[in-house]
């Protein structure tokens, strides 16, 4: 089964649990991946984290998300067309990464 983007209970899904958690940022995989999995996984998260300040979204689970989230996206495993403009160090969490 592919990742579907335009599936609305798919997004609305990823709303609540952009709403539940409350996330300070997002960050998903580049809107230009080669792989059509990864694009359609960082279309949903854009369009799930638009949608989860939405106070008319029917069958909410939760209440609109009033806060901007900011939406990062993170490098293709290849380097393909991405030039990054923030890095984060995570020298204190590379164990655990690993």
């Known amino acids: 089964m592919c990742v579907d983007s335009h599936n609305q209970e798919v997004i609305c899904a990823v709303a609540d649990v952009v709403s539940y958690c409350k996330p300070d940022v997002i960050i998903t995989h580049n809107d230009e991946d080669y792989m059509q999995d990864h694009t359609e996984a960082s279309r949903l998260a854009v369009n799930g984290s638009f949608c989860s300040g939405l106070n008319h979204r029917p069958n909410s689970k939760y209440e609109a998300f009033s806060s901007f989230i900011p939406v990062f996206f ?15 160090d995570i020298t204190n969490q590379i164990d655990k990464k690993i």
Do not use: E, I, K, S
């Open 74 to 88: 993170m490098d293709t495993l290849a380097g393909v067309n991405f030039q990054p403009t923030h890095y984060v």
